[in-house]
């Protein structure tokens, strides 16, 4: 019997075995998923309220790892500030106050990188703060300053002079501010007080001594070199902007040391003057800038207390700093020149690093002494300093003088540090042993007077040697070097008073100045240098005023005005200056060779007059009152001048006027030089001005009949020429004053006969002239002509011929608005021409050929009587010549084509109508033309 085949459940249960996972249904749905990460650096930021650098670090975080006890954090965290700076430039507004506080504490950091990192942070930072908002906080900078130069740690010292150029360069005024300590810190880098405080060579205190530290990385004569260099800067910056300190530098400037009651003075316009526009106010010490010299002086706006300039405030304490810093000083220069050098011999040469040294040492003293100049007026100073200090400076700087620089031996290459680079450059920049003779010259010389002068004859011998050589050998000198130079000659010459001594040393002064191929700064220099000895006291000292140097000098300055021209109006204008000083004294020479100069100096094409500025120009034009002569030559050089445009309209009529006083119609009681001016060369400066155009100008522009601005009529046989606007403005400002010069004559007769004579003569023969030379001939006549006068037929056909085509133009040009000014002017010439002489309009109108005229010209001449006709003046002329005005008008009528009437020639037949008398005779002429 089979088994039958057990068959499986339709819904079996799963034995599920202990310890196994429980199986997934078939249709379980799959939940799990897949990531990634977006990486975005902005949204990473721990703090998006403050920027950060690189390195995710804002300034607060940057700030408090300064106090971190790690040297590489701290250094870390200057670096990372700077960059964070350099990035974001708003964090240094925001946050200044952390940051110079945090870093000024680290000037002191006993490690040398973080002082490293903390003077680029200040050099980067510096230049991006101004001193307002550095101000605040700097009385702090300056106490950790303070405290890292006086620090045991030489390392500190030497990072606290880098620290201190760096405020030197960018805050001078707030470093003056704090510089009393300051001064008294450089005193203690250099030097210690003695254990035993005595007294020393000639009573002076002397309780400072140079200090010497073998293991300093310097030596010791580098170490003062670097210390000196800083207190140098320091001095220059307090000494600066002084005017005793500008006097004693350039003395000879004229402008440097004004004298009393000359400073400021006001700028008067005459003509403002004349009319009651200005006034002028006559007060002592009145001007602009006004002079007060006064024994009391202004307390300073900065708190006066120990950090205020404490050193140098007061002549007292400048005093005791100067006793405590003049030995030091000179300790420094035996360090560089010790008494071993040997014989003293002319030219001694000492190598460069002793003659950086000496230089430094020698530039602190003229410093405090331009202090003291600035503290002590009653030169009490001066003797107290030469008393003390007189003697060392003989034996010490004038025992070698002059000194030269010894040329260096070649040594081996070897590494130097970026440090030591700067320091080299810096120092290398001072080095010039010109500057230090020079400087050594100064401060000599500013010890000595009038009264010790044979005491200190043998030194100042040496000096007067050493400025006369340097100036004759024809070496190249800086602007800087020929100043100091001839301050130094300026000083000898008003301190010995010989006439031979000054004109030594004024030769020497010249022959640089005949130099050629001089820079523009050195002439200027040398320039200045004789102008001012002139100005000032060629006067007061005999010695001076008879110099034949400065008078040679003087006879050149005309030459070398025509020669510089316009290449420098600076220097152009200082020439002016003192040739007009030296003319309206009388100087003789001078005179001479500007008379000499004349025609090229107001040549009209490329003379110095109309090359230079307006405010040179004025004073070159004021010299022609002070010529001996004024040549016919000359005077068609300035009437060119005039016309053609090349001065102003002021300064052309200012130059007249000057002729106008020269000449004897000027109805001064006696003329201001006999035979200085001619009367016939006077009148043709006039007519020629009057004219406008030289002889080839009118010459040529009769060949320019086709020119588009030549306007021409058949009514008239003069044709005019249309100018510009601005040189018709020009022309006829200055033909009033010419007119007021031909009014002041005497004799009103014989000086219209010149004039008609002129005119007759050069403008009765043309047929084309300008607008402006018309309206001027009519102006003048019109002016001039009066019942004495007796105008001849030949002038009064040539005036009504201009009279119209000038009003042929005003009538043809009405409707242009640009040139209304110009039909202003040239109507007010033509009234004055045509009421001044009835037989003028008379011939005026007989030259009116209606018949030859156009249409167009019928419509001008129409409105040219209508014209006529409304003046009142004119119209009794009119009337008088009743049956000239009623033929042109019925000639109009009977010429003009067509049937329809046109307006113009119904308003003619108006005016005629109406304006003129109500006769009877007048009605039927009126009437007949109307019908």
């Given at each position: 019997?089979?088994?039958?085949?057990?068959?499986?459940?339709?819904?079996?249960?799963?034995?599920?075995?202990?310890?196994?996972?429980?199986?997934?249904?078939?249709?379980?749905?799959?939940?799990?998923?897949?990531?990634?990460?977006?990486?975005?650096?902005?949204?990473?930021?721990?703090?998006?309220?403050?920027?950060?650098?690189?390195?995710?670090?804002?300034?607060?975080?940057?700030?408090?790892?300064?106090?971190?006890?790690?040297?590489?954090?701290?250094?870390?965290?200057?670096?990372?500030?700077?960059?964070?700076?350099?990035?974001?430039?708003?964090?240094?507004?925001?946050?200044?106050?952390?940051?110079?506080?945090?870093?000024?504490?680290?000037?002191?950091?006993?490690?040398?990188?973080?002082?490293?990192?903390?003077?680029?942070?200040?050099?980067?930072?510096?230049?991006?703060?101004?001193?307002?908002?550095?101000?605040?906080?700097?009385?702090?900078?300056?106490?950790?300053?303070?405290?890292?130069?006086?620090?045991?740690?030489?390392?500190?010292?030497?990072?606290?002079?880098?620290?201190?150029?760096?405020?030197?360069?960018?805050?001078?005024?707030?470093?003056?501010?704090?510089?009393?300590?300051?001064?008294?810190?450089?005193?203690?880098?250099?030097?210690?007080?003695?254990?035993?405080?005595?007294?020393?060579?000639?009573?002076?205190?002397?309780?400072?001594?140079?200090?010497?530290?073998?293991?300093?990385?310097?030596?010791?004569?580098?170490?003062?070199?670097?210390?000196?260099?800083?207190?140098?800067?320091?001095?220059?910056?307090?000494?600066?902007?002084?005017?005793?300190?500008?006097?004693?530098?350039?003395?000879?400037?004229l402008k440097e040391l004004p004298k009393p009651g000359t400073q400021g003075a006001s700028e008067i316009s005459w003509e403002q003057l004349a009319t009651k526009q200005q006034s002028v106010h006559l007060y002592e010490h009145s001007g602009s800038q006004p002079w007060v010299n006064s024994q009391f002086k202004l307390r300073s706006l900065v708190d006066g207390g120990a950090?205020?300039?404490?050193?140098?405030?007061?002549?007292?304490?400048?005093?005791?700093?100067?006793?405590?810093?003049?030995?030091?000083?000179?300790?420094?220069?035996?360090?560089?020149?010790?008494?071993?050098?040997?014989?003293?011999?002319?030219?001694?040469?000492?190598?460069?690093?002793?003659?950086?040294?000496?230089?430094?040492?020698?530039?602190?003293?003229?410093?405090?002494?331009?202090?003291?100049?600035?503290?002590?007026?009653?030169?009490?100073?001066?003797?107290?300093?030469?008393?003390?200090?007189?003697?060392?400076?003989k034996h010490h700087f004038m025992k070698h003088f002059p000194y030269s620089v010894q040329a260096a031996t070649k040594q081996k290459k070897k590494k130097i540090s970026k440090s030591e680079k700067d320091d080299a450059s810096l120092f290398t920049d001072c080095l010039d042993h010109d500057m230090l003779n020079l400087t050594i010259c100064q401060v000599m010389v500013a010890?000595?007077?009038?009264?010790?002068?044979?005491?200190?004859?043998?030194?100042?011998?040496?000096?007067?040697?050493?400025?006369?050589?340097?100036?004759?050998?024809?070496?190249?000198?800086?602007?800087?070097?020929?100043?100091?130079?001839?301050?130094?000659?300026?000083?000898?010459?008003?301190?010995?008073?010989?006439?031979?001594?000054?004109?030594?040393?004024?030769?020497?002064?010249?022959?640089?100045?005949?130099?050629?191929?001089?820079?523009?700064?050195?002439?200027?220099?040398?320039?200045?240098?004789?102008?001012?000895?002139?100005?000032?006291?060629?006067?007061?000292?005999?010695?001076?005023?008879?110099?034949?140097?400065?008078?040679?000098?003087?006879?050149?300055?005309?030459?070398?005005?025509?020669?510089?021209?316009?290449?420098?109006?600076?220097?152009?204008?200082?020439?002016?200056?003192?040739?007009?000083?030296?003319?309206?004294?009388?100087?003789?020479?001078?005179?001479?060779?500007?008379?000499?100069?004349?025609?090229?100096?107001?040549?009209?094409?490329?003379?110095?007059?109309?090359?230079?500025?307006?405010?040179?120009?004025?004073?070159?034009?004021?010299?022609?009152?002070?010529?001996?002569?004024?040549?016919?030559?000359?005077?068609?050089?300035?009437?060119?001048?005039?016309?053609?445009?090349?001065?102003?309209?002021?300064?052309?009529?200012?130059?007249?006027?000057?002729?106008?006083?020269?000449?004897?119609?000027?109805?001064?009681?006696?003329?201001?030089?006999?035979?200085?001016?001619?009367?016939a060369d006077y009148f043709s400066f006039l007519f020629s001005t009057l004219s406008g155009c030289s002889a080839e100008e009118l010459t040529w522009l009769q060949r320019s009949s086709r020119n588009p601005h030549v306007i021409q009529t058949a009514l008239s046989p003069i044709r005019l020429y249309l100018t510009d606007l601005d040189l018709f403005l020009h022309h006829y400002?200055?033909?009033?004053?010419?007119?007021?010069?031909?009014?002041?004559?005497?004799?009103?007769?014989?000086?219209?006969?010149?004039?008609?004579?002129?005119?007759?003569?050069?403008?009765?023969?043309?047929?084309?002239?300008?607008?402006?030379?018309?309206?001027?001939?009519?102006?003048?006549?019109?002016?001039?002509?009066?019942?004495?006068?007796?105008?001849?037929?030949?002038?009064?056909?040539?005036?009504?011929?201009?009279?119209?085509?000038?009003?042929?133009?005003?009538?043809?040009?009405?409707?242009?608005?640009?040139?209304?000014?110009?039909?202003?002017?040239?109507?007010?010439?033509?009234?004055?021409?045509?009421?001044?002489?009835?037989?003028?309009?008379?011939?005026?109108?007989?030259?009116?050929?209606?018949?030859?005229?156009?249409?167009?010209?019928?419509?001008?001449?129409?409105?040219?009587?209508?014209?006529?006709?409304?003046?009142?003046?004119?119209?009794?002329?009119?009337?008088?010549?009743?049956?000239?005005?009623?033929?042109?008008?019925?000639?109009?009528?009977?010429?003009?084509?067509?049937?329809?009437?046109?307006?113009?020639?119904?308003?003619?037949?108006?005016?005629?109508?109406?304006?003129?008398?109500?006769?009877?005779?007048?009605?039927?002429?009126?009437?007949?033309?109307?019908?």
């Amino acid at each position: 019997m089979t088994k039958k085949r057990k068959r499986p459940d339709d819904f079996q249960k799963i034995k599920f075995k202990v310890g196994k996972k429980k199986l997934k249904p078939n249709n379980v749905t799959e939940t799990s998923f897949k990531t990634k990460a977006i990486y975005v650096p902005d949204q990473l930021k721990e703090n998006g309220t403050l920027p950060t650098n690189n390195r995710k670090l804002n300034v607060k975080e940057l700030l408090t790892q300064l106090h971190h006890y790690n040297a590489g954090v701290k250094q870390g965290a200057l670096t990372g500030l700077k960059d964070l700076l350099a990035q974001h430039s708003s964090v240094i507004d925001a946050h200044l106050s952390s940051i110079v506080t945090e870093v000024a504490a680290v000037f002191t950091d006993k490690d040398s990188a973080v002082r490293v990192a903390a003077v680029r942070l200040l050099r980067f930072l510096a230049p991006r703060t101004s001193e307002e908002q550095i101000g605040p906080f700097f009385p702090l900078i300056s106490a950790h300053l303070s405290s890292a130069m006086t620090h045991i740690v030489e390392g500190i010292q030497e990072d606290a002079l880098k620290v201190l150029d760096i405020l030197l360069d960018h805050y001078p005024a707030l470093l003056i501010d704090h510089s009393g300590v300051l001064l008294k810190n450089f005193v203690e880098l250099i030097s210690h007080q003695k254990l035993s405080k005595g007294l020393g060579k000639g009573g002076k205190a002397s309780a400072w001594m140079l200090s010497v530290n073998p293991d300093r990385r310097f030596t010791s004569q580098q170490w003062h070199l670097s210390v000196l260099v800083r207190l140098k800067k320091l001095l220059s910056a307090l000494t600066q902007g002084m005017k005793r300190e500008e006097a004693e530098e350039e003395a000879f400037e004229l402008k440097e040391l004004p004298k009393p009651g000359t400073q400021g003075a006001s700028e008067i316009s005459w003509e403002q003057l004349a009319t009651k526009q200005q006034s002028v106010h006559l007060y002592e010490h009145s001007g602009s800038q006004p002079w007060v010299n006064s024994q009391f002086k202004l307390r300073s706006l900065v708190d006066g207390g120990a950090g205020s300039e404490g050193a140098v405030a007061s002549a007292d304490s400048l005093k005791s700093f100067m006793q405590t810093l003049l030995p030091l000083m000179i300790e420094c220069w035996v360090e560089a020149c010790p008494p071993q050098f040997g014989v003293p011999i002319h030219g001694s040469k000492v190598d460069s690093d002793s003659m950086l040294l000496m230089q430094q040492v020698i530039s602190i003293i003229q410093l405090l002494w331009k202090r003291a100049l600035q503290q002590d007026e009653t030169c009490q100073m001066r003797s107290w300093l030469r008393d003390g200090y007189l003697e060392d400076f003989k034996h010490h700087f004038m025992k070698h003088f002059p000194y030269s620089v010894q040329a260096a031996t070649k040594q081996k290459k070897k590494k130097i540090s970026k440090s030591e680079k700067d320091d080299a450059s810096l120092f290398t920049d001072c080095l010039d042993h010109d500057m230090l003779n020079l400087t050594i010259c100064q401060v000599m010389v500013a010890l000595t007077s009038a009264p010790t002068l044979q005491q200190d004859t043998a030194w100042l011998e040496k000096i007067r040697y050493f400025v006369t050589e340097n100036l004759e050998d024809g070496s190249i000198l800086t602007p800087k070097q020929l100043s100091a130079m001839v301050g130094l000659v300026w000083k000898l010459v008003h301190i010995q008073r010989s006439r031979a001594a000054t004109e030594a040393l004024l030769k020497a002064v010249y022959s640089r100045y005949k130099q050629k191929g001089l820079a523009l700064p050195v002439r200027t220099v040398l320039l200045k240098f004789f102008s001012g000895l002139y100005l000032r006291d060629s006067e007061t000292n005999p010695h001076i005023s008879g110099s034949r140097v400065l008078s040679r000098w003087l006879a050149g300055l005309p030459l070398q005005l025509v020669q510089l021209g316009s290449r420098n109006p600076v220097l152009s204008a200082q020439l002016i200056d003192t040739i007009h000083a030296a003319v309206a004294r009388s100087h003789k020479e001078l005179i001479l060779s500007l008379q000499s100069c004349a025609c090229r100096l107001y040549d009209p094409q490329d003379g110095t007059l109309v090359l230079l500025p307006t405010s040179s120009q004025q004073h070159l034009v004021q010299l022609l009152y002070f010529l001996p002569s004024i040549s016919s030559e000359l005077l068609s050089c300035l009437s060119r001048c005039c016309t053609m445009g090349r001065l102003s309209t002021s300064l052309a009529t200012f130059l007249i006027r000057i002729l106008h006083v020269r000449s004897s119609f000027s109805g001064w009681p006696c003329a201001v030089n006999d035979n200085t001016l001619t009367d016939a060369d006077y009148f043709s400066f006039l007519f020629s001005t009057l004219s406008g155009c030289s002889a080839e100008e009118l010459t040529w522009l009769q060949r320019s009949s086709r020119n588009p601005h030549v306007i021409q009529t058949a009514l008239s046989p003069i044709r005019l020429y249309l100018t510009d606007l601005d040189l018709f403005l020009h022309h006829y400002a200055m033909t009033e004053v010419v007119c007021h010069c031909l009014s002041s004559v005497k004799s009103r007769s014989q000086c219209f006969d010149v004039l008609q004579t002129a005119v007759c003569k050069y403008l009765g023969v043309l047929t084309i002239i300008p607008d402006s030379t018309a309206g001027a001939v009519l102006n003048t006549v019109g002016k001039l002509l009066s019942p004495a006068c007796s105008p001849s037929e030949n002038l009064l056909k040539f005036l009504a011929s201009c009279c119209y085509i000038v009003l042929h133009v005003i009538s043809a040009e009405k409707n242009n608005s640009e040139h209304a000014p110009k039909r202003e002017m040239l109507w007010g010439s033509c009234l004055s021409a045509l009421t001044s002489s009835p037989h003028l309009m008379r011939l005026m109108l007989q030259g009116l050929h209606i018949s030859e005229a156009s249409q167009e010209e019928l419509r001008i001449t129409a409105q040219i009587l209508r014209l006529l006709l409304q003046h009142f003046q004119l119209r009794s002329y009119l009337t008088n010549n009743m049956g000239l005005v009623q033929q042109i008008v019925q000639d109009i009528t009977n010429h003009k084509k067509g049937d329809i009437q046109e307006q113009w020639l119904a308003e003619l037949h108006y005016c005629f109508s109406i304006l003129l008398p109500a006769q009877s005779t007048g009605h039927s002429i009126a009437n007949s033309i109307c019908s």
